[in-house]
């Protein structure tokens, strides 16, 4: 299966071709999940501002996003945001690293702007976790609404961070593959040589234990609930809790990205299917004789 990128592949490409050939610039575009950005030039042609709107902002500010963002953008991060957008940073051109390596570092941190605002809950979670270490309570349920209808749950305990998805089937196929593909999530695991992956559990319309008592979730069979299981060894280290953090907030958009493409698929097979059925009704045709219908006596027969 194809693993979705983190970093947003516009901001990267527009970044390349400014630092090549510094020009006026206006593009809005949106990502997953509807996050809408924004890149202009403000008073010169090598100064760029680049907002976001994301519609969990409020939430994620109560998570700590801000302190996340500026210690990954520092002073790159405005002081006020972009009208109709929730943060902005201001990027100077002429101040980005001249070294190849280094300046694919900082481009690349630039398009991680809406994945890093989306970690605060996720390293809020990890941090949590190491505190009740000691003790046998538990943190606060992080309720993060991303989508219409959907959420991720976000929960400390004293050996585990559990994370939750709910999604929105619209389709009644949509719900049959997002089953298979689930079920081979928990399939999977079972080999010895990814054993040490997180514990998946999926649900439909009934939601987990852990989100029971939230008001206002709903019970119809187009709900889907799944649940990662994180114990520390998905996120002590901190390169494999910044992958943790990165690979888990794609899921939903992984999950119904996969349950698209098979679908395509299916559909491009049943009609290659079609096709070589009317190519078979077609040779089973009877020809029908066009030439000339004489007598014996060598008359040609004319129909009136």
Not at 15 to 27: G, H
Request: charged residues 25%; contains cysteine.
């Amino acid at each position: 299966m194809i693993l979705l990128e983190s970093h947003n592949v516009i901001i990267q490409t527009t970044l390349n071709d400014r630092l090549t050939k510094p020009s006026s610039l206006d593009v809005q575009f949106v990502d997953y999940d509807g996050v809408r950005f924004r890149m202009s030039t403000v008073e010169r042609k090598t100064q760029i501002l680049l907002s976001m709107h994301i519609r969990c902002w409020d939430e994620l500010v109560t998570y700590g996003a801000l302190k996340v963002l500026q210690r990954e953008y520092g002073s790159l991060l405005a002081a006020q945001a972009e009208d109709q957008y929730n943060v902005s940073l201001l990027i100077d051109l002429e101040q980005v690293p001249a070294e190849p390596e280094a300046r694919e570092a900082f481009i690349m941190s630039i398009s991680l702007l809406k994945r890093n605002a989306l970690a605060a809950p996720f390293e809020l979670g990890f941090t949590t976790q190491k505190e009740l270490e000691s003790s046998e309570g538990q943190g606060e349920l992080m309720q993060i609404h991303y989508r219409d209808e959907e959420a991720i749950y976000v929960q400390a305990s004293a050996d585990r961070v559990t994370v939750v998805f709910s999604t929105i089937f619209q389709e009644e196929t949509d719900r049959i593959f997002g089953k298979v593909f689930l079920q081979e999530f928990v399939d999977a695991r079972r080999q010895p040589s990814i054993q040490n992956a997180p514990q998946v559990l999926y649900s439909n319309r009934d939601p987990p234990l852990e989100i029971r008592h939230v008001p206002g979730l709903r019970n119809s069979d187009d709900v889907g609930y799944v649940t990662f299981v994180l114990f520390p060894r998905h996120f002590t280290n901190p390169s494999v809790a910044s992958a943790t953090i990165s690979h888990i907030q794609l899921f939903r958009d992984y999950l119904h990205y996969h349950i698209k493409c098979s679908k395509a698929y299916m559909h491009s097979r049943m009609r290659h299917r079609v096709t070589e059925f009317q190519k078979v009704l077609n040779r089973a045709k009877t020809e029908v004789a066009t030439g000339e219908r004489k007598t014996v006596s060598g008359r040609t027969m004319v129909s009136r």
